[in-house]
């Protein structure tokens, strides 16, 4: 069974950066999947963040563009979320997620403030 687990989530202070981590196991073919990154605020629909494509092609929603950079190392069979430029706004939980499936990390919390 497909296991994904974030880790990196925290206090952010506005302007600054967290890098957030998914490491993904029981998948042998890493490399063939789309990952991506949600979150949810509370009360809401989980949304789209980033998502990267097997072939390493990004896209990302209009509120982070500029600001967060998804990338992958199929080799660790990991996806990460580069944060930069925090806004308090941008405090909700995060969710690592296997495109496609009902995959899905158990979810790290960001908040930002100062």
């Known amino acids: 069974q497909v296991q994904l687990a974030e880790s990196g989530g925290g206090l952010g202070q506005p302007g600054g950066s967290l890098r957030l981590s998914c490491a993904a196991s029981e998948m042998p073919l890493f490399n063939l999947y789309a990952m991506g990154w949600y979150r949810q605020f509370p009360g809401k629909e989980r949304e789209l963040v980033a998502r990267?494509?097997?072939?390493?092609?990004?896209n990302s929603g209009d509120s982070v563009q500029g600001r967060f950079t998804i990338s992958r190392d199929n080799a660790k069979a990991s996806v990460f979320l580069q944060m930069n430029n925090l806004n308090p706004e941008d405090t909700a939980v995060y969710y690592c997620?296997?495109?496609?499936?009902?995959?899905w990390g158990q979810g790290t919390q960001v908040t930002v403030s100062s």
């Open positions: 997620h296997l495109e496609n499936s009902d995959y």
């Open positions: 990267i494509l097997d072939q390493g092609i990004t």
